[in-house]
Structure formats: structure tokens, C-alpha cells
């Protein structure tokens, strides 16, 4: 279970709202390499063993980059897990490179210079709920 982002080029526009959202406002982010290139120097330590999926522990979470096989990679999913903090880390490297992240579980975009915690919170607290019922039915 995890807290999903999918991330855009933007250009570094701010994106529209999801329901105006047109392919016609983002571009590819970029050639694979240079993308995987980029985000481990903004976000040093990211585990691209697999270079369709990298990974990066930060403190409390992790963050999968679910970047696929396409070259350029056209868009990317983020797996987020944890308790820590991942919103900073996020931001970080949307802000840097142009890109606008979109928060699926709200289906906004979050606000790079004012970013709501409320997916995230959200989804923590959703499955701290289905691991505590889960949990509870263990015990029965």
C-alpha cells in the first residue's frame, strides 16, 4: 500500500486544475538517463539497480520512481511509504526540474511553494486503519 504522485513536466507552469488537465500542457520529462541522472543529484542515493524503478530511503519513508522502459520518459509514478516526511523531498526535485506532482489520492496537484499534507496524512491514516482492523481480525 502507497501513497501515489504522478509527476508531469510542466515546464514549470503551474498546471491547470485535474479536470482541465490536457496533454497538450505537459511534455516528456526527459531521456531516461538524464532524468535518473538528475534526480540522484538532487536526491542523492536513490537505488537504480533497476532502472525502470528506483528507490530512495529517506527518514521515515521511501519513495519508489516508477519511471518505465519509454525513452524519453514521458511521465512517472511515485510510490511513497512510511511515517516520515516525504512532501520536502518531493518538492525538492518537482521545484528544481520544472515538474508539477499530482497527489492521486486528492486528484490535486500539490502546491510546490505551499504543499498540503493532506494525501499524505490521509493516506497514513488510512492504513494505519486497515492495518489496525487487520490486525485486531489476527488476534480473533
Given amino acids: 500500500m502507497s501513497w501515489d504522485v504522478m509527476v508531469f513536466n510542466t515546464r514549470g507552469k503551474k498546471p491547470?486544475?485535474?479536470?482541465?488537465?490536457?496533454?497538450?500542457?505537459?511534455?516528456?520529462?526527459?531521456?531516461?538517463?538524464?532524468?535518473?541522472?538528475?534526480?540522484?543529484?538532487?536526491?542523492?542515493?536513490?537505488?537504480?539497480?533497476?532502472?525502470?524503478?528506483?528507490?530512495?530511503?529517506?527518514?521515515?519513508?521511501?519513495?519508489?520512481?516508477n519511471v518505465g522502459k519509454d525513452d524519453p520518459i514521458g511521465d512517472m509514478m511515485l510510490h511513497v511509504r512510511g511515517g516520515g516526511d516525504a512532501i520536502p523531498a518531493i518538492v525538492t526535485f518537482a521545484r528544481r526540474m520544472g515538474w508539477s506532482a499530482l497527489d492521486c489520492s486528492t486528484s490535486e496537484f500539490l502546491d510546490l511553494d505551499n504543499p498540503s499534507q493532506a494525501g499524505w496524512e490521509g493516506f497514513q491514516e488510512f492504513r494505519d486503519r486497515v492495518i489496525g482492523q487487520y490486525g485486531d481480525e489476527g488476534e480473533s
Avoid: M
Avoid at 532524468?35 to 532502472?51: A, H, N
Fill in 16 to 65: 491547470p486544475s485535474v479536470e482541465q488537465f490536457e496533454k497538450s500542457d505537459y511534455e516528456p520529462l526527459g531521456p531516461a538517463a538524464a532524468v535518473r541522472e538528475r534526480l540522484s543529484e538532487l536526491l542523492p542515493g536513490i537505488d537504480w539497480s533497476d532502472t525502470t524503478w528506483g528507490i530512495y530511503e529517506g527518514n521515515g519513508f521511501s519513495i519508489e520512481f
